[in-house]
């Protein structure tokens, strides 16, 4: 492709609203350009790139015994209205009505359309097991979109379901696409891990997010610095076991703590550190009130809470609605004579506290000397806490550290959780309906896109991996009005196109150093430039990340590049 006719509108300034390297450079290099926040137009590098990552999802999906298919972006809210996600997605689902005031939503996701879609379709165990996939634009009504395309509101995914007749099915196949995931992943030049993961509002329990290792990335992740477990911050297990004090408890005695809000404002005014106190924090799950107690050196994992109690939706209480329950507001709340109709649940390290402190439910006072199942009862003990860096690992080797990392994909076991609301049922071999056991993967496939650039960038520009590169060679002819260099150029532009390069023929009439600017930018592997010693035969060769330079001489240039690209 002649550079002169492509678009590629490259920046000479950063653009002020990107934070992060990948918006930044993206938008920098002319791959994409914003069209509304969390909305982005893939110009035809941006575009280029984005196909080469669908042909390796693609071509992946298709060797692990998957079928593509397209459904619709416009879903009916019937559907939704079924499953119960009408409600529990929340503002992130975009919904729109019809000139009838029908209802409707733009597809977040796929579950239960090809529920329905499968329900009608297949009848018999004999045709199972089945996965099928799309990779189609989806929309999400971010509160915040930022960060270019890691956080938009429409961006494309690869969206793909596994049915079966038992779960001994959904395992073979969720094994066989986890690995298929991570054959895409490295075929992306990444370095990611595979981290044990929280299903959300998709449902389900057994569940893995691939994450790519950056420091800009939105999620923690915790790994053990010994063995390869790895985990979502939000769901790594944490010890149930600790050291009790040995001392004998005291007297339960309330004390004014005036203005002592904070678990560190308290710690300081009674003299104790913050491990000798309890949090006490009030959820508002699905429909009641529960009162969560940690350790006050420990944070409250909402995740796990919203788990234990098995409910759709848990939220912070707002301090109103603790007030009226409890008769106090933030920063006084305890477990001791709480109201009946609050379920009390405390994490398994409150239960080895001797003589803490606590909140006493009125403002302005706590408790000393608490000692739980003597002063206060709690419904169940659990693991209600985020691991911290330094706890013991979860599978008993080493110790935790913690990583950032990019979410690029996601697999989850849905079971028959959609089957069952949607009436998703096949006869079994002796004629009797069971609900389907299905299996969900996501892949965000411009999300993928972005984390590669935050992996392979440096301060002039892109780096990108040969897998993905828009092009395979970046020629550039140094001065388009001499006669000598423009016919070596155009020969060595023709010669490598005939041996199925992918070429950028960079034929403007612009300075050198606004054409070795814009290549460093876009960052095409190899450069070859046609410069002074053209009518010699040379060309200039230069390794785009290693920045190693050598003149070549045409003849030579094919099986050169041949060998660099085996």
Request: charged letters at 30%.
């Amino acid at each position: 492709m002649r550079q002169s006719n492509m678009l590629i509108p490259t920046l000479r300034e950063l653009p002020k609203e990107a934070e992060l390297p990948s918006h930044q450079l993206l938008l920098k290099a002319g791959y994409i350009r914003k069209l509304a926040s969390g909305v982005y137009n893939f110009l035809p590098l941006g575009k280029k790139v984005l196909r080469k990552v669908e042909n390796i999802v693609r071509e992946e999906m298709d060797r692990a015994g998957a079928q593509e298919i397209q459904m619709p972006i416009l879903q009916p809210a019937e559907l939704w209205q079924t499953s119960g996600r009408w409600n529990t997605m929340g503002d992130e689902l975009m919904r729109l009505k019809d000139r009838h005031e029908r209802p409707f939503a733009l597809g977040a996701t796929h579950e239960e359309v090809v529920t329905s879609l499968i329900r009608d379709e297949v009848n018999s165990y004999k045709k199972l097991p089945l996965t099928v996939y799309q990779i189609q634009n989806k929309y999400r009504d971010e509160k915040r979109p930022r960060f270019g395309l890691l956080r938009g509101r429409e961006f494309l995914m690869k969206d793909a379901y596994s049915f079966h007749e038992d779960f001994e099915s959904l395992d073979e196949t969720y094994n066989r696409l986890f690995e298929a995931y991570k054959r895409i992943f490295e075929r992306c030049g990444l370095n990611f891990r595979a981290v044990i993961a929280d299903s959300g509002a998709m449902g389900g329990k057994d569940t893995h997010e691939f994450m790519v290792l950056s420091d800009v990335g939105e999620d923690t992740i915790a790994y053990s610095d010994t063995s390869d477990y790895a985990a979502n911050v939000e769901m790594a297990p944490v010890m149930s076991e600790y050291e009790k004090p040995n001392v004998e408890p005291k007297e339960l005695k309330k004390i004014e703590t005036p203005n002592a809000k904070t678990m560190q404002e308290v710690a300081d005014y009674l003299g104790h550190s913050l491990k000798e106190g309890m949090k006490a924090i009030m959820f508002k799950v699905d429909d009641r009130f529960v009162m969560v107690v940690t350790r006050g050196d420990h944070e409250v994992n909402d995740v796990k809470v919203k788990n234990l109690c098995d409910a759709e939706i848990v939220e912070l209480a707002t301090e109103h609605e603790t007030k009226s329950v409890m008769g106090a507001g933030f920063g006084s709340l305890g477990p001791i004579n709480s109201p009946e109709e609050v379920e009390v649940v405390a994490d398994h390290a409150v239960k080895y506290l001797v003589n803490a402190s606590c909140g006493a439910n009125e403002d302005g006072y706590h408790y000393t000397n608490v000692n739980p199942d003597r002063d206060f009862k709690v419904s169940q003990y659990a693991d209600l806490r985020s691991i911290e860096e330094g706890d013991p690992s979860p599978d008993g080797q080493g110790t935790i550290k913690f990583a950032k990392g990019i979410e690029v994909g996601h697999v989850f076991k849905l079971g028959t959780l959609y089957a069952d609301k949607l009436g998703g049922s096949f006869l079994n071999q002796q004629g009797k309906a069971e609900s389907f056991v299905m299996g969900c993967y996501g892949i965000g496939v411009s999300r993928t896109l972005s984390a590669v650039v935050e992996q392979y960038h440096d301060e002039n520009g892109l780096l990108w991996p040969d897998s993905l590169t828009p092009f395979d060679v970046h020629v550039i002819n140094l001065n388009a009005k001499k006669s000598e260099q423009i016919e070596v150029a155009d020969q060595v532009y023709e010669s490598l196109k005939s041996q199925n390069f992918d070429v950028l023929y960079d034929d403007r009439q612009e300075r050198a150093g606004v054409k070795f600017n814009d290549s460093d930018l876009i960052g095409i592997p190899y450069r070859v430039t046609i410069g002074k010693r053209a009518n010699e035969g040379y060309v200039e060769f230069k390794h785009r990340k290693t920045g190693d330079q050598q003149d070549v001489h045409i003849d030579e240039l094919v099986r050169f590049l041949n060998q660099l690209t085996k």
